[in-house]
């Protein structure tokens, strides 16, 4: 497995970082779906959308190329092969940020939309998916960014009080912030790397994990 060096981000300010545009299709379809998964799932009736972020969380996509894990999160309908997850309604998975190999970053949806990316905890997180971690391991310029990206995350959002990998998200399941009402509807997540994953909390010491 691919060690990562250890990497510091110092006087990181908000306007250093660049984020470019890959929106996800985010019309009146997605959001009604999206309400429906709230109520299904989490068993609130929402007036909208929004999200107060307590948490982020760092995934991989498990495709090993950028356009083709745009394509499996464009949709606003969940496609037929993740029949697992459809039981759950069938908004499509989504996630706010994708990190490419070079380390370029795409925003895929506004930062205050809730994303369907982890279980339980879509209304309170902020995901970010790493293109990779298929057959191709995650980079050194993707441990950069996602360290920027957070950094940029915790300033903008002081709220912010999480950091973990999505393997890690069934330790929240006796948490105030988990809704899933669900108790049979969980997956095994493996994502991602988890030295990708502590070499990126190296540098928050102050965000919790559980």
Same mark, same amino acid.
């Given at each position: 497995?691919?060690?990562?060096?250890?990497?510091?981000?110092?006087?990181?300010?908000?306007?250093?970082?660049?984020?470019?545009?890959?929106?996800?299709?985010?019309?009146?379809?997605?959001?009604?779906?999206?309400?429906?998964?709230?109520?299904?799932?989490?068993?609130?009736?929402?007036?909208?959308?929004?999200?107060?972020? &307590?948490?982020?969380?760092?995934?991989?996509?498990? %495709?090993?190329? @950028?356009?083709?894990? +745009? #394509?499996?999160?464009?949709? $606003?309908?969940?496609?037929?092969?993740?029949?697992?997850?459809?039981?759950?309604?069938?908004?499509?998975?989504?996630?706010?940020?994708?990190?490419?190999?070079?380390?370029?970053?795409?925003?895929?949806?506004?930062?205050?939309?809730?994303?369907?990316?982890?279980?339980?905890?879509?209304?309170?997180?902020?995901?970010?998916?790493?293109?990779?971690?298929?057959?191709?391991?995650?980079?050194?310029?993707?441990?950069?960014?996602?360290?920027?990206?957070? &950094?940029?995350?915790?300033?903008?959002?002081?709220? %912010?009080?999480? @950091?973990?990998?999505? +393997? #890690?998200?069934?330790?929240? $399941?006796?948490?105030?912030?988990?809704?899933?009402?669900?108790?049979?509807?969980?997956?095994?997540?493996?994502?991602?790397?988890?030295?990708?994953?502590?070499?990126?909390?190296?540098?928050?010491?102050?965000?919790?994990?559980?």
């Amino acid at each position: 497995m691919k060690k990562f060096l250890l990497l510091t981000i110092l006087l990181l300010n908000l306007n250093a970082i660049e984020i470019k545009q890959l929106p996800l299709d985010f019309g009146k379809t997605r959001v009604e779906l999206t309400k429906e998964y709230i109520k299904n799932s989490y068993n609130l009736e929402v007036e909208n959308i929004h999200i107060i972020p &307590k948490i982020i969380v760092i995934h991989h996509t498990a %495709i090993d190329d @950028l356009k083709e894990s +745009y #394509e499996k999160f464009k949709p $606003e309908i969940l496609t037929s092969d993740r029949k697992y997850i459809k039981k759950a309604g069938r908004l499509n998975v989504s996630a706010h940020f994708f990190v490419d190999f070079d380390g370029t970053i795409y925003s895929l949806i506004p930062e205050n939309y809730m994303a369907r990316h982890v279980i339980g905890l879509n209304l309170s997180s902020i995901g970010i998916e790493n293109v990779g971690g298929n057959k191709k391991s995650l980079t050194e310029a993707q441990l950069k960014s996602n360290i920027e990206l957070v &950094k940029y995350l915790k300033e903008k959002y002081k709220t %912010i009080e999480y @950091l973990i990998g999505h +393997y #890690e998200y069934t330790n929240f $399941e006796n948490h105030h912030l988990f809704l899933e009402k669900d108790d049979k509807y969980r997956t095994v997540k493996h994502d991602p790397d988890i030295n990708f994953m502590e070499n990126i909390k190296a540098n928050f010491p102050d965000l919790k994990s559980l």
